[in-house]
């Protein structure tokens, strides 16, 4: 072998031993873990340096690039050995420029501590806890009421949904259905194959370890009131029936079918990275927790891209945790919950017929739905103004729901928004051409 080829396979040996060491093997995070015991540190993700022109071999710019640069990896591997950390996770967040860990702290070590020990690293750019956020929905109950007529729709049990015509979802699929937006939905597995749901689901993807077509209660809640299909003789309507949906698997249930489901600041960092990368126009994040500095870094970030982000408010109604505490993220409370902050935006929450998995339906309550029902307003409202801005579109909806009463009412910002006030002249009406699946 020629010193030229010994060279170049040096080179590609140290580049896959970087590999191996910074991506190590999955983790499922749904098998349980210690989050006690566990901490997020980033450090600076930069470009490493160009060898001179005269010692770079011919093929050394197409060698791949795993997981950051070698610097970042290097300071991560020195990181480890001073602190006794051991690594469970590495990733790279190419907005931020950081190459974030998850490291598992050494036996007795103080959490607390060492925290403030590598806060004070110069070498380190964030380090926080492993934190951990759950989903805000419930089983919910059958209404007893008779069924709302809606003579515009074949779906059989759209006159059960009272949350429907509540924000007058109906009157506004006239004008619009949400065509060609996109939306993030960071959640639990959603079930593509629903019937309910054909030809909505753009894209799967699973940032928990088990596999992106996990077919999960929460997730699959969400997704119907969002988006399910419109005149296809089939269950119920979505709000916005022609919205496409990019279904990020980062929580996960208890047990398999529960209502509630829980997520982490890495599964979510992770969507968060995706929805970035994406061309997803709304993130949809129905769930809460603790205030995250790197969470929040990319909620930032996707919002300085004109990405719309709509959180949940949490059942403790506090207004300082993720996502709902960081400024321009559009909260959402159910309507029912009379004590709700006034400058949340209100939907309904409370027995709300959607979807469940296995092409079943049932009814659901929380803020996680009252979300939802917001969501799919704002891709109606952004598929009429694809350059709308999210203060503007709350506000419009902020203002429906001043005049509507308890809820948002989105046929009445679709009229604000066209300057039209006989859009909403009639509650009912043929809805937009297309609806079908």
């Known amino acids: 072998m020629t010193s030229h080829r010994r060279w170049l396979a040096s080179v590609a040996a140290l580049v896959l031993a970087a590999a191996v060491q910074a991506a190590p093997p999955p983790q499922d995070w749904s098998a349980g873990y210690d989050a006690a015991r566990l901490i997020v540190v980033a450090v600076a993700d930069k470009p490493d340096p160009q060898p001179s022109a005269g010692a770079t071999p011919r093929g050394y710019d197409a060698l791949p690039n795993y997981s950051g640069g070698e610097r970042a990896a290097e300071t991560a591997a020195h990181l480890s050995a001073d602190y006794g950390l051991s690594e469970r996770a590495a990733w790279v967040i190419e907005p931020l420029r950081l190459r974030c860990l998850v490291f598992a702290l050494p036996a007795q070590a103080d959490r607390t501590q060492l925290l403030a020990e590598l806060q004070h690293d110069r070498r380190v750019r964030l380090a926080q806890p492993l934190q951990e956020f759950e989903t805000l929905a419930s089983a919910g109950a059958p209404m007893v009421t008779a069924a709302m007529p809606a003579p515009d729709y074949n779906d059989p049990y759209v006159g059960l949904q009272r949350s429907f015509s509540t924000i007058s979802a109906g009157a506004a699929q006239r004008t619009t259905r949400g065509d060609g937006v996109r939306i993030a939905l960071i959640d639990t597995g959603v079930d593509a194959a629903h019937p309910d749901l054909a030809g ?161 339906f049932d009814y659901a309550s929380g803020s996680s739905l009252a979300t939802a029902h917001v969501t799919g307003a704002l891709a109606l409202l952004l598929a009429l103004d694809r350059h709308g801005r999210a203060a503007e579109l709350a506000a419009l909806l902020q203002r429906s729901q001043q005049e509507a009463g308890r809820s948002i009412d989105v046929c009445r910002a679709i009229a604000a928004l066209r300057h039209d006030p006989a859009t909403c002249a009639a509650q009912a009406g043929t809805p937009a051409a297309g609806n079908g699946g």
């Open 200 to 360: 909505r689901i753009k894209e799967q993807r699973d940032f928990v370890g088990g596999a992106a077509d996990t077919a999960e209660r929460h997730g699959t809640e969400v997704a119907g009131v969002i988006s399910a299909v419109a005149n296809n003789k089939l269950g119920i309507v979505g709000v916005a029936p022609g919205a496409q949906l990019l279904a990020y698997r980062a929580c996960w249930p208890a047990t398999p079918q529960a209502a509630s489901a829980r997520c982490n600041t890495f599964t979510l960092a992770l969507a968060l990275g995706a929805a970035l990368a994406s061309d997803a126009r709304i993130i949809n994040l129905s769930l809460g927790g603790p205030a995250d500095p790197l969470l929040q870094q990319l909620v930032d970030q996707a919002q300085s891209r004109g990405i719309v982000v709509v959180g949940a408010v949490p059942p403790d109604r506090r207004m300082d945790g993720f996502p709902v505490g960081i400024p321009g993220v559009i909260a959402v409370a159910a309507a029912e919950d009379t004590d709700a902050a006034a400058q949340t935006l209100r939907a309904p929450g409370r027995d709300v017929l959607t979807l469940e998995p296995g092409g079943h």
